[in-house]
């Protein structure tokens, strides 16, 4: 079942074409979980964001466009969006898991990833590398930033192309609604400051990616989101 795709030129100042930067969205497995395959028109490294129950779809879409994946990563280590890793490994030997340092354990403890609760336990390797705040990642000629956005788990991270006027946002932010926060390590008072601080101070204009659903805008969400709206 497919997702969102999205296609954003990235208005990049140097001289030359701009890098189109894509998102091509999965809806994986019983969670229905947005796994994105990041990539950029023309070149075939891409990423793989989330990895959840049943990724046999997005495994062969990553293969049918002939692209190699340069890194998956985890926007939280909850299991719908881990599932799925091992699978993504077999399947592209040596791609390095990347996520942050405040769930490196959880991959390992059904309890934290919440997949005790659902009768099947899931396990996943440790990350090869951890991503921390305002760090820059690189994919193809497009620059990245990484955002710690906490509360609906304590190492939620969203990535965001500003060039492309894009952000993977995990399962901190909904269109039209925001995370759980009643699970173990979730705070819902640093959830709103997380999507106040850094998502709702991204331009109104840039496409949000969320976990689960259909995909919204920052402005969209700053004016109308129930939960959470600009000050
Ligand atoms: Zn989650
Ligand atoms: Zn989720």
């Not at 100042?13 to 990539?39: H, I, K, Q």
């Not at 990347?98 to 996943?124: F, Y």
């Not at 788990?153 to 060039?163: H, R, V, W």
């Not at 952000?167 to 926060?181: C, E, K, N, Q, Y």
Request: with cysteine; charged share 20%; proline share 8%.
């Amino acid at each position: 079942m497919h997702a969102d795709q999205t296609r954003q030129p990235a208005n990049t100042d140097g001289g030359g074409p701009a890098p189109v930067v894509t998102c091509r969205g999965f809806a994986l497995g019983p969670f229905e979980t947005n796994c994105y395959v990041v990539g950029v028109e023309g070149s075939t490294a891409c990423w793989i964001v989330d990895a959840g129950y049943e990724p046999g779809e997005l495994i062969g879409a990553v293969r049918e466009a002939g692209l190699t994946p340069a890194a998956l990563i985890l926007t939280h280590a909850h299991a719908d969006h881990i599932a799925g890793v091992r699978e993504v490994r077999e399947a592209f030997p040596g791609t390095p898991v990347w996520m942050h340092e405040a769930e490196r354990e959880w991959m390992k403890d059904p309890q934290l990833n919440l997949s005790a609760n659902i009768g099947l336990a899931v396990t996943a390797p440790p990350p090869d590398a951890t991503l921390g705040h305002g760090q820059e990642l690189e994919l193809e000629g497009t620059r990245w930033r990484v955002f710690h956005t906490p509360g609906h788990s304590p190492g939620g991270i969203t990535l965001s192309c500003a060039e492309a006027g894009v952000a993977l946002v995990g399962d901190s932010l909904f269109a039209g609604s925001i995370g759980r926060t009643d699970f173990v390590g979730s705070s819902h008072e640093t959830l709103l400051a997380s999507i106040r601080d850094h998502l709702y101070t991204l331009p109104d204009a840039t496409v949000v990616l969320p976990g689960h659903g259909p995909q919204t805008t920052v402005g969209q969400e700053k004016r109308h989101n129930p939960f959470v709206r600009a000050d």
